[in-house]
């Protein structure tokens, strides 16, 4: 085999490894389903949404995924914020990268109009790709949910309010407190550090690589994540 053929083999291997993606949990496919206070549906398009069935949603959040994870990996947390009064949509991305489509959210501002108010959100790179959409999306979007994540872009003048979420556990939890990239969030930030919370389990998938082994359940994790996220929607609704 000659060095090219070599070369292009490998070639395709890393591009085999780049697009599998993370593989999920049960949990996460179980959650791809209704229950008496959300009800479930799955676009052609991939998009995943829980309305709330006991009352009307005046508030949204919009999900974008970590780095080759699966949408289905957020359902159990999408389901649990929804069944709290709030429509929550996680949109696919190509290859599972948020950041190859940080416009996903448009599609469903437009589909949505009975929406007051806005936030969006992601883990990892999808919290970094949401807030790419705030950016330039402003006036439309009024919240920022970071699971693990910060934003490359300056949002200090866009007046959102911004929850931070991760584990004390996660390597990049000097980035998301680094003070250059809190400044970039504005006034109105609040942290949640999830104590011996890792990075993974902001999720329900596994193989999330150079990841320290979590000190707490991925349910007390996810447990916090929800509520911290609550919190937030709570505050931009309507009357909030």
């Known amino acids: 085999m000659t060095v090219l053929g070599i070369a292009l083999l490998v070639a395709i291997a890393g591009l085999v490894w780049w697009a599998q993606p993370q593989p999920l949990l049960p949990e996460a ?25 006991e009352e009307a949603a005046t508030t949204g959040l919009v999900l974008y995924t970590g780095g080759k994870v699966p949408p289905a990996a957020y359902a159990p947390a999408a389901r649990a914020i929804a069944e709290r009064g709030f429509l929550v949509a996680i949109v696919p991305a190509p290859f599972n990268f948020a950041i190859l489509d940080t416009n996903a959210a448009a599609a469903v501002l437009d ?6 108010a806005w936030a969006v959100g992601g883990h990892s790179l999808g919290g970094a ?94 447990e916090r994540v929800v509520a911290a996220t609550v919190d937030l929607l709570r505050d931009l609704a309507p009357g909030g």
């Open 129 to 222: 790709s949401a807030a790419l959409f705030a950016d330039g999306h402003q006036g439309a979007i009024d919240g920022l949910a970071l699971w693990a994540s910060y934003s490359s872009a300056d949002l200090a003048d866009d007046g959102l309010r911004v929850v931070s979420i991760f584990g004390s556990l996660d390597t990049g939890a000097a980035t998301f407190t680094d003070p250059a990239n809190l400044a970039k969030l504005g006034d109105d930030v609040a942290l949640t550090v999830i104590d011996g919370g890792n990075h993974e389990q902001m999720g329900w998938y596994t193989g999330q690589p150079d990841d320290p082994p979590a000190e707490i359940s991925r349910k007390a994790q996810q």
């Open 111 to 116: 589909d949505h109009p009975e929406i007051a």
């Open 29 to 53: 496919t179980a959650a791809m389903a209704s229950t008496p206070s959300a009800s479930f549906e799955e676009g052609a398009d991939g998009r995943l949404t829980w309305t709330p069935t």
